[in-house]
């Protein structure tokens, strides 16, 4: 929270306690868009407007939900720095769409009968949903004044000003999380995790250890990578990159952990998942789906083929790079066999 001063009576909010917070949250979580509240009480006094932007550890797949990020907007400062203030004492205004839902919602600022035919009126488009605004004179009628207005406040008083706020606010938001996870978190080849996700979420399965709960890893490596390179180019084996991440991902299950540690290697991460029986299940279903099709490339046609090394926390190792290492080498040993094979 930022700045704490003042909003100390917001620390340790419990949304769920806040009926009508906690629908605004949710409606931004199943919508994975920025949503609009208020105006409404604040927690720690004043009225507001709230944009909130939902947050996913899985971007663009918004599976996993992490939580929100809020702006909270005075709603005095932002009348006032929109030009209310200014209006004439012979015109009337009136805003209504609570929760940014538009001509049909709630009147949250002046009279509703200002609606009724209303000398102007204007949408106030906010980052997703809207405003409707209307205004009308008092029976001390003087449109020259009203038009002298009009004319100086126009673009702050339909609100551009408003969603400018916010547009400016959430963009600053978005790009610094999308980077932030694009940077340290996410692999932008294929959008897959990358070895750092795949570390925290080892350190976290490792750790709830002390609940009984076991793991397996999965390391995958693609063969004859180096080939499809070199014969066709980059180009063509980015793309291969990409196709074979889509069916690993579409092969496990959303618990799963896909994630590319770097070159043609993957790693799996399948939690609550230890018995031989459902690990040989999860290496068919990868050499069904993942190797039944071959992949196309405009006039390219070219075969997919893993080599895999399985290891299980804690059977095989009591450490997370005791266990890498353990799922590493049986998948040399995997490639080792393929190789053989395919020569005879």
């Not at 590319?260 to 939690?271: A, C, H, S, T």
Request: charged residues 20%.
């Amino acid at each position: 929270m930022y700045p704490l001063k003042g909003n100390e009576r917001a620390m340790g909010l419990d949304f769920r306690e806040h009926a009508e917070q906690w629908q605004e949250i949710e409606r931004a979580r199943q919508s994975q868009s920025v949503t609009i509240s208020g105006p409404l009480i604040l927690e720690q006094g004043g009225q507001a407007i709230i944009g909130r932007m939902p947050l996913f550890f899985d971007p663009p797949e918004n599976t996993d939900y992490w939580g929100h990020c809020s702006v909270v907007i005075d709603i005095v400062a932002l009348f006032a720095d929109s030009g209310v203030n200014d209006i004439p004492n012979n015109v009337q205004l009136a805003i209504r769409g609570l929760n940014a839902s538009g001509p049909n919602g709630a009147v949250f600022l002046g009279d509703a009968s200002v609606f009724d035919n209303p000398l102007v009126s204007e949408t106030i488009n906010l980052v997703n949903g809207s405003w409707f605004m209307a205004m009308k004179l008092t029976e001390n009628r003087q449109p020259r004044s009203l038009k002298s207005f009009l004319s100086d406040n126009v673009v702050r008083i339909t609100g551009y000003g408003i969603a400018l706020l916010f547009m400016l606010s959430f963009m600053f938001i978005f790009k610094a999380y999308r980077i932030a996870h694009r940077v340290s978190l996410l692999d932008v080849l294929t959008k897959l995790p990358n070895r750092r996700y795949a570390m925290l979420v080892l350190e976290q399965l490792s750790q709830a250890r002390s609940n009984g709960g076991n793991f397996t890893v999965i390391n995958i490596d693609l063969n004859r990578f180096k080939q499809i390179n070199d014969t066709y180019g980059h180009s063509v084996g980015d793309a291969f990159l990409i196709e074979v991440a889509l069916r690993l991902k579409q092969t496990l299950r959303a618990s799963d952990t896909v994630a590319r540690l770097g070159g043609d290697e993957f790693l799996l991460i399948l939690p609550r998942l230890s018995s031989e029986m459902e690990i040989n299940h999860i290496r068919e279903k990868l050499e069904s789906q993942v190797c039944r099709e071959p992949f196309h490339y405009n006039e390219v046609q070219l075969e997919i083929s893993l080599s895999l090394g399985v290891a299980t926390y804690p059977n095989d190792a009591s450490t997370i790079s005791e266990l890498l290492h353990r799922a590493d080498q049986a998948m040399y040993l995997d490639k080792q066999a393929r190789t053989a094979k395919a020569r005879h």
